[in-house]
């Protein structure tokens, strides 16, 4: 499932291409032909992204919301755009792009109060400027799940994955069965700090990329993708080559050094 990230590139990407100008939309598929006949021809206003969750604002107070899921994407076309497949929910043409969702797990027409009942259910975004670390840290003082569990909670925080999830408890020792309300303040605080960090630069940079150039010897461009990052998707530990373990853990895959991030006494075997 595509990260936070990913769904604020595509927010900047589609404002930047299609926002201040009317646009054709269709419905291939059909299965978003209502909304696409009352869109086609209206000004596409303005985009936002809110955790994985994507908003395109067009004149006359109506918003589209879509959320990938595991299996959506959008694909970029130039002008005269190609023939649709099939498979297009939503296809918005510009004066000099158009691009097409597929696979999505939602796309909707919503009224306002719509909108305000899905954002009142997620978590602080740490891309967002107007992030609330402290709903998240309130949030995590009441659970007793692993922290593994809690942070991939979008009702605790938004727009955290996989990747990220297993890359942050990392970096900063934690494994992913540590309880979450036992959790430190101070290790909340460097969690939250990195996340930014991580999250707003992959927007930038269109990637994950969580290892440190001075540790992978090379720059952030010059880095494969197996190379950006420590211990997801990976076998052995960079740091001390330990090897990585991986487990479900809540139908997630979960993966821990478990020198550089030792399990919680609890749930030592």
């Known amino acids: ?18 926002a201040g100008r009317p646009v054709r939309v269709e419905s291939p598929q059909g299965r978003f032909l209502a909304g696409a006949s009352l869109l086609n021809g209206a000004t596409l206003e303005s985009t936002d992204a809110y955790g994985k969750h994507l908003f395109h604002r067009y004149a006359g107070g109506r918003t589209v919301h ?47 109060e719509e909108i305000d009942a899905i954002l009142a259910r997620l978590g602080p975004d740490p891309i967002r400027k107007d992030a609330d670390p402290e709903r ?8 007793s799940i692993p922290i593994g569990r809690a942070l991939m909670d979008q009702s605790v925080l938004a727009g955290v994955g996989n990747v990220y999830r297993a890359e942050v408890l990392f970096v900063h020792g934690i494994h992913p069965e540590t309880p979450a309300k ?8 460097a969690i939250w700090v990195t996340l930014v960090s991580w999250l707003r630069r992959g927007v930038r940079q269109r990637r994950i990329i969580t290892v440190d150039p001075e540790e992978a010897g090379k720059p952030r461009s010059r880095m494969t993708r197996a190379e950006a990052t420590y211990v997801y998707k990976s ?13 479900d853990l809540a139908g997630r895959w979960a993966y821990a050094c478990e020198s ?4 919680p006494r609890s749930n030592q075997r």
């Open 235 to 247: 076998d052995q530990c960079p740091r001390c080559g330990t090897d990585i373990r991986r487990w």
């Open 136 to 143: 998240a840290w309130a949030a995590l003082q009441r659970r």
């Open 66 to 112: 879509v959320h990938l899921g595991l299996f959506g994407r959008f694909f970029v076309h130039g002008l005269p755009a190609p023939e649709p497949r099939e498979t297009v929910r939503y296809r918005i043409i510009g004066e000099e792009r158009a691009t097409d969702l597929v696979g999505a797990t939602a796309c909707e027409l919503l009224d306002p």
């Open 182 to 189: 036992q959790m430190t303040r101070e290790q909340w605080d």
């Open 260 to 263: 550089c991030q030792p399990r």
């Open 1 to 18: 499932m595509p990260e936070g990230h990913t769904i604020h590139r595509l927010a900047r990407d589609h404002a930047t291409w299609f």
